[in-house]
């Protein structure tokens, strides 16, 4: 089973989605509805840590649960749950250099783990007005990927099963994102289905419609 921790942001059906389309059982609590001994009781084979609006300071159990489990259940965190891993490895979160709310950018990548079989540069869906300063990373964190002008887009600990990434996987703007989920679960383990047909992402150049914020709730703070 496969812990989805919900730090109230609807892109969490879309990763369970993603999860479930791979194979795979899940359970959605919210970040403020579960405890340690509650994760411990689960005994889930991963920790999926959800994005999520603000900081993750205020992302409930999240930064608890990295804190306790990375050392012995693999663990992914996206977007807001990509910073909660930094901080609770003792980094920094500070503004990003432009709010981004669904845009399609390019990242580079090592092509490692994670980042196995995937383009590079990879196209990937951003939506977040925060991220992990570099310069804050302990040395047990490395950067997998990042933008042109230096921002973090990946990490993972050195030596524990524990990888973020500041993009969103289960975006239609992102290339192959079943197929990162399905890198994260081989590497956590667990066995997987086929990924679905790739999705379908505009040309960056083309993504300018994405750019502004539309729709109830659009002038939140984003993670």
């Known amino acids: 089973m496969i812990l989805l921790i ?40 991963a920790i999926v840590i959800s994005p999520g609006p603000c900081t993750p ?52 990548h090592d ?26 990373l302990p040395g047990e964190l490395r950067v997998t990927a990042s933008m042109s002008d230096g921002v973090i887009m990946a990490l993972e600990h050195r030596q524990l099963p524990v990888f973020g990434v500041q993009f969103h996987p289960e975006s239609v703007l992102t290339v192959g994102g079943h197929m990162l989920l399905k890198n994260f679960l081989s590497l956590a383990g667990i066995d997987s289905q086929t990924p679905p047909l790739p999705e379908y992402a505009p040309p960056v150049e083309e993504a300018d419609f994405y750019r502004q914020p539309i729709g109830p709730g659009a002038g939140r703070l984003l993670r």
């Open 6 to 45: 919900d730090n109230y942001d609807s892109f969490v059906f879309n990763l369970d989605r993603y999860l479930r389309e791979l194979g795979c059982e899940t359970r959605t609590v919210r970040n403020d509805a579960i405890s340690i001994s509650e994760v411990e009781r689960l005994q889930p084979q």
């Open 111 to 136: 092509g490692t783990r994670l980042f196995e079989g995937l383009p590079n540069p990879l196209t990937v869906g951003r939506y977040h007005s925060l991220v992990a300063e570099p310069e804050s």
């Open 57 to 108: 300071n205020e992302s409930g159990e999240s930064v608890a649960i990295i804190r306790e489990f990375g050392a012995t259940v693999p663990l992914l965190g996206v977007c807001l749950g990509h910073q909660a891993i930094a901080v609770a490895y003792g980094g920094q979160i500070v503004r990003a250099p432009e709010p981004i709310h669904g845009r399609a950018s390019e990242i580079r």
